[in-house]
């Protein structure tokens, strides 16, 4: 369906939703677990059956982000390498050490991408029977619904796109084991790049259709991962301006504003879920569930907590939590950086960001100082920590910064520091924090503040590439450059043995 298609039906849209039948899986290399399936005899009827469907969508892209292996952190912010992130100083283990060491082989368990494409294939079956269906619904539901559909898929490939380059590009569910979808080709980035486009495009059509539930895409959500998308295209793309115009118009779309309570006065409570869920913080965006009732275990919050036996009694769990061995801990550049940004400018994100103190049983090591993100840890009042924190994929905070990234591109520095002083201001306590608005100094200050604002949400490896700053973090990346798809990664072997049309990814193995 073309974007004049699809919103030429904005009004008229008719959506049916998977049926949850006891059918044999159709297999591919996508690894897709075919759990849901629609057929001609067994069609849904109803606006709940509709709901239902939409809400398995972000069922499934939950079920990707909290894989042991996979998240927006293995994806997103591990690649920074060990400036930012290394083993743990009491344990002296690490996890995805090929990661960090950007050494991924075809056996690295984050390389995987079958969650994601179950993401897809959801979404797929919606977009699939939307359009002329006979379901009794309201018309802005079924808008709402396909609203919703274009958003994730599109959020699903953006991920994909820039974690392995070229992709399979399915846009029709996997019903039959004789379809192209189920044993695809790697489909050119470009296709993909526009494919995605066109998503956004006509989730913006469905915006005002997609209500204001932030476990679900928002007319926000919307505008920003367009704004993202049109940066990402700017920096990495080529430097067309049509892309800083793209930008442009999603930010107006949200409305970046000095003054604006959706930045909100105290940085921690963004991240206090406690009782009220993230999804209540006027400064998220988009966040997806990790209530324990999806009995989801996995996930990168569990890497950062400690055994009992290394930790006095008197602070488990408060504030240390415990929950077994740590595997991952801040490198020491950024621990300065973080340090340094709270003891020099008193910079009180540091202490959210930031868990540190005399608080260890061994004295000889370290001083006893423990030290572990302190962001997405989950219920401690039990003793073991529970991995129940909500995670958040945007908020206001990332629009006021590419914002910030946008008016440095069109050479509006002081346009760009009056954003970046929005985030100052809240950090350190002071009005105009930064006043050189060179070129140099501007570039600066938003590499710093996208470090400092945003530890252990997926950002700050996407934003040092767009900044072409990366190289300055990473010496193994910095030493191999010039090497072919040095960001991007290689495909899983499991997905390959399952289809011999796959390609590996150039230069790698």
Same mark, same amino acid.
């Given at each position: ?155 699903? +490939? ?50 005002? +259709? ?88 996995? #996930?990168?919050? #569990? ?74 840890? #989950?219920?401690?009042?039990? #003793? ?43 950090? +350190? ?81």
């Amino acid at each position: 369906m073309t974007l004049i298609e699809t919103k030429g039906r904005a009004a008229l849209c008719l959506l049916l939703s998977l049926a949850a039948l006891c059918v044999p899986s159709c297999h591919g290399k996508l690894d897709i677990v075919q759990d849901n399936r629609l057929t001609a005899s067994n069609m849904w009827k109803t606006e709940k059956h509709v709901e239902t469907s939409v809400n398995d969508i972000y069922a499934k892209m939950r079920k990707n982000f909290v894989q042991d292996n996979v998240s927006m952190m293995h994806w997103g912010e591990l690649r920074v390498g060990p400036y930012m992130w290394g083993y743990s100083r009491v344990n002296k283990i690490y996890t995805a050490k090929e990661v960090l060491e950007n050494n991924m082989t075809s056996s690295s368990a984050s390389c995987k991408w079958g969650q994601l494409y179950n993401v897809i294939d959801q979404a797929n079956a919606v977009l699939k029977y939307a359009p002329g269906s006979s379901v009794s619904m309201p018309e802005s539901r079924r808008c709402w619904a396909l609203g919703q559909a274009h958003f994730a898929r599109a959020y699903a +490939y953006f991920w994909a796109v820039r974690v392995w380059g070229d992709v399979p590009l399915n846009l029709a569910p996997i019903e039959r084991v004789d379809q192209p979808e189920t044993y695809p080709v790697r489909a050119p980035e470009e296709d993909v790049y526009a494919q995605i486009e066109r998503d956004i495009e006509a989730a913006v059509s469905y915006a005002g +259709y997609l209500g204001n539930d932030k476990y679900l895409a928002t007319k926000d959500a919307v505008n920003m991962l367009k704004a993202e998308f049109a940066l990402w295209c700017w920096a990495c793309r080529g430097n067309d301006d049509s892309w800083l115009e793209m930008a442009d118009e999603a930010l107006g779309e949200i409305g970046i504003k000095s003054g604006d309570t959706r930045l909100m006065g105290d940085y921690s409570k963004v991240f206090d879920g406690r009782g009220t869920k993230n999804k209540n913080s006027a400064e998220v965006v988009f966040a997806l569930q990790n209530d324990q009732s999806y009995q989801l275990t996995g #996930g990168m919050s #569990g890497y950062f907590t400690f055994a009992t036996a290394a930790v006095k009694k008197e602070w488990q769990a408060a504030p240390v939590p415990i929950g077994g061995t740590q595997y991952l801990d801040y490198g020491d550049g950024f621990l300065q950086k973080l340090r340094d940004s709270r003891d020099r400018n008193g910079d009180r994100r540091v202490e959210t960001n930031l868990g540190e103190g005399p608080y260890g049983q061994n004295e000889a090591l370290n001083g006893g100082i423990l030290t572990w993100p302190n962001k997405y840890i #989950g219920d401690l009042s039990s #003793g073991n920590m529970v991995k129940d924190a909500d995670m958040i994929y945007y908020r206001y905070a990332l629009a006021v910064m590419m914002c910030a990234e946008l008016r440095y591109r069109q050479g509006r520095y002081q346009d760009a520091l009056s954003c970046l002083n929005m985030i100052a201001s809240r950090a +350190y306590g002071r009005d105009n924090f930064y006043t050189d608005a060179s070129p140099a100094a501007v570039m600066d200050a938003l590499v710093d503040e996208y470090f400092l604002e945003f530890p252990c949400e997926g950002v700050i490896w996407w934003a040092l590439i767009r900044l072409d700053r990366i190289w300055d973090y990473n010496d193994s990346l910095k030493a191999r450059r010039n090497d072919t798809n040095i960001l991007l990664w290689p495909i899983h072997k499991d997905s390959r043995s399952k289809n011999p049309k796959l390609t590996q990814t150039e230069g790698w193995y």
